[in-house]
């Protein structure tokens, strides 16, 4: 009975199979044309939706675009050595505007050499510069105060005299007489910065004064004080002034600044006790520049030279010049330290000039005032 079954189903299911193709080839065809037709309509409707898109996509970013584009022209006193931690200051700025205030970067003497850096900036030849108040310190009297030898002490010591005892404010008003807003200070060099390197070994302050180091600013005051002679060149002059034996020393930044520069390629040895520890340069724009953005830009601009100066610059140097050390001594350069004679003798010299320093301004004399008060809070000046 179950196979009389199946075959029954067997023989009604066939003719319905079979009534599900076409009678004819002819009737295939028409319902092929049929098929393609409708495939061909489906095509357009997505093409259609396609541009649809691409013009509401086009339209959200018009919406999107800044409705105008500020450039400025900004130039560092470093090569392509800083890149690791400076580049963060133009990334950050063009992301959060979107786009509206774009930072052209020139390196050193790119444009103008460095030490002409602030008459560039105030003329409006560039609109702003990473820069070093040494450099300028007979116009801007504060300069030499920005980084003194022995001066800063550490990061919380040297945030507690900029930002805790008011001393950014004195410096912006220094600037300011020049047409210029100073934005911030950035900190390099917390394990010691302005260290100097050299052709010949040095552990005393006698090993010292048979060299002819380039230094400028402050630095060279202090060893002038106690002897040593120096002679000051544009950075981008050192390297040929070393090869050529023009000069035997170079006192300017730390471990990753000379390696960056391929300094180890005509100095030997480095001296580990660093002038300053750390070291302090500006970041500062032409205020004509500063005052025609919004003030929406003018808050970026302010919170990005903050946050890169103080925070990023310390800590991704520090990580680098770990890494510098290691390839300095891997590539042959010997480290020395001076003795501690020589130490007191550049620590006197360094107030000394300090003292001079505050002469030359009411306002110097309260910035001085500042250093000293952080000295005593730590304990490094009864």
Request: hydrophobic share 45%; aromatic share 10%; charged share 25%.
């Amino acid at each position: 009975m179950l196979i009389g079954s199946v075959c029954l189903a067997l023989m009604l299911a066939v003719p319905l199979v079979a009534s599900c193709a076409p009678a004819t080839p002819e009737a295939a065809e028409e319902e092929i044309a049929a098929l393609e037709s409708e495939i061909d309509e489906l095509e357009g409707d997505v093409s259609a939706k396609d541009a649809e898109i691409s013009d509401l996509e086009a339209e959200i970013a018009e919406l999107r675009a800044p409705a105008e584009v500020t450039t400025w022209r900004w130039q560092t006193y470093a090569g392509t050595e800083e890149d690791f931690w400076v580049q963060r200051f133009v990334q950050d700025i063009e992301k959060l505007s979107n786009g509206s205030l774009v930072i052209d970067w020139y390196y050193g003497g790119t444009l103008v050499p460095s030490d002409q850096m602030l008459d560039a900036v105030r003329s409006g030849l560039l609109d702003g510069s990473h820069g070093a108040g040494c450099y300028w310190p007979g116009e801007v009297l504060l300069g030499n105060l920005e980084s003194m030898p022995f001066e800063w002490c550490g990061w919380e010591h040297t945030m507690r005299i900029w930002h805790g005892l008011g001393f950014l404010d004195l410096v912006r008003e220094d600037y300011a007489e020049h047409g210029i807003y100073f934005l911030a200070p950035d900190i390099e060099g917390v394990r010691g910065a302005y260290n100097l390197i050299s052709t010949q070994p040095v552990s005393s302050l006698d090993d010292m004064r048979k060299l002819k180091i380039r230094t400028s600013g402050p630095t060279a005051k202090v060893l002038e004080k106690v002897g040593v002679s120096t002679v000051f060149l544009p950075v981008e002059e050192v390297y040929t002034a070393a090869a050529t034996g023009a000069i035997d020393g170079f006192i300017y930044g730390t471990y990753v600044h000379y390696y960056g520069m391929a300094m180890q390629e005509v100095f030997s040895y480095y001296l580990e006790d660093g002038f300053q520890a750390p070291y302090c340069c500006s970041w500062f724009v032409n205020m004509d520049a500063f005052n025609a953005i919004p003030a929406d830009l003018q808050a970026i601009v302010e919170n990005v030279a903050d946050v890169v100066g103080y925070y990023w610059c310390p800590s991704q140097w520090d990580k680098a010049d770990i890494e510098a050390r290691e390839k300095l001594a891997d590539e042959g350069v010997s480290f020395t330290h001076l003795d501690d004679e020589g130490l007191r003798e550049l620590r006197e010299a360094g107030l000394e000039l300090l003292d001079e320093e505050a002469a030359k301004s009411p306002r110097n004399a309260a910035a001085v005032a500042l250093i000293k008060q952080a000295h005593q809070e730590f304990g490094f000046l009864e």
